[in-house]
């Protein structure tokens, strides 16, 4: 173990990484999305169980994300009616995630690790073709809501979201990387056409749903709590020192950015898993 002059004597050069790692996570949670690529591997490189680095990991990012709520406000009281029910399938979803990975064996997780890395880099991967993608067709259907058969247009049935928004849910409540945009994407092509509207819902959904795992996974005993806290506070000032950063770099440049970290973590955990 390699001892860094001046910190304590049970600390080592992982928790200067583990400090980065939750900086640059809050960072890129806050401008692009993406931010357990880092933080999850630093949490595993400090020697927990795959399933308490992944549990300390929801924890120590949920609080940021519960800030979302309160800067969408006013967009979830405009749209109570379908909020609700989006906020109880993120709990439903949420839930059955949280159990079943606390049911997982840990080694058996550890070996989904690097697929699960994967299939989050390539959600990500796609983010910026089907956003352009969502985009034009969103200008097709406002111009023909405007053309002769706008009064035959039908609001998005809501079953279909619930029951979809379960499922995503599901894989928030299990790991979650990426799910944000697959709640976009899910509401978009089920009908839902204001942006505003569509973060709105979004919002409430993954904020429950990873509220649900973090009730689980702390009274499960999985939450180290040293590291949590450390993680926490330093992804809150990475987040907050974000805003000038967001403006400037482009988000094309930041969203290739997440994928390479991604696609290149799932390469080392499934060169380690070998």
């Known amino acids: 173990m390699i ?7 049970y ?5 200067l990484w583990l400090t980065l790692a939750a900086f640059l996570a809050g960072v890129l949670n806050a401008v692009a999305g993406g931010g357990s690529f880092l ?16 549990a300390t990991n929801t924890v120590a990012l949920w609080p940021g994300q519960l800030t979302s709520i309160a800067a969408y406000r006013s967009d979830i009281r405009k749209n109570l009616r379908v909020a609700l029910p989006m ?57 023909d809501e405007r053309g002769p058969s706008a009064d035959q247009t039908h609001a998005p049935r809501r079953l279909p979201v619930f029951l979809c928004t379960i499922m995503v849910c599901f894989y928030i ?3 979650g990387a990426g799910a944000g945009f697959l709640i976009i994407t899910l509401l978009s092509l089920l009908g839902y056409q204001d942006l505003h509207e569509i973060n709105a819902l979004k919002v409430v959904s993954t904020s429950m749903a990873n509220g ?18 450390l993680a926490m506070f330093t992804c809150a000032i990475g987040g907050y020192t974000s805003a000038s950063m967001a ?6 440049m930041l969203r290739g950015l997440v994928v390479a970290i991604g696609l290149g973590m ?6 380690k898993n070998l």
């Open 247 to 252: 403006k400037s770099i482009p988000q094309p």
């Open 266 to 271: 799932a390469a080392w955990f499934f060169v």
């Open 87 to 143: 906020a109880l399938a993120g709990l439903i979803g949420g839930t059955g995630g949280a159990v079943v990975l606390l049911h997982t064996p840990q080694r058996t997780f550890l070996h989904l690790v690097p697929w699960l890395l994967l299939v989050a880099a390539s959600i990500f991967a796609a983010t910026g073709p089907v956003a352009r993608w969502l985009d034009r067709r969103r200008i097709r259907l406002i111009v």
């Open 3 to 9: 001892q860094i002059p001046g910190l304590p004597s």
């Open 212 to 229: 649900m795992a973090f009730i689980l996974f702390v009274f499960n005993g999985q939450v180290v709590w040293r590291y949590c806290l």
């Open 39 to 54: 933080l999850f591997p630093a949490m595993l490189g400090m020697k927990m169980l795959p399933i308490q680095a992944n």
């Open 173 to 175: 409540g299990y790991f």
């Open 11 to 15: 600390m080592d050069w992982h928790w």
